[in-house]
């Protein structure tokens, strides 16, 4: 196991290919994330949980 790319937040891996396996239309509270620093750009809607999960695969991609 090459180690939990999740738990460092202050020191995030990056990789030349991220694979992001989204659950399409599943809803999340984004209230909780208006301050984590994977959402830079904006939190993305509670409805749109697909693309939050883009997000955060963004931020793992060189």
Known sequence: ?????????????????VRVNST?????DSKNYEDDF?????VTPASKADCAFLL???LHSN
């Open 1 to 17: 196991m090459l180690g939990d790319f999740v738990s460092d937040v202050d020191n995030p891996r990056t990789f030349d290919v």
């Open 24 to 28: 399409y239309s599943l809803r999340w």
């Open 38 to 42: 994977r959402f830079k750009f904006g």
């Open 56 to 58: 955060h695969g963004l």
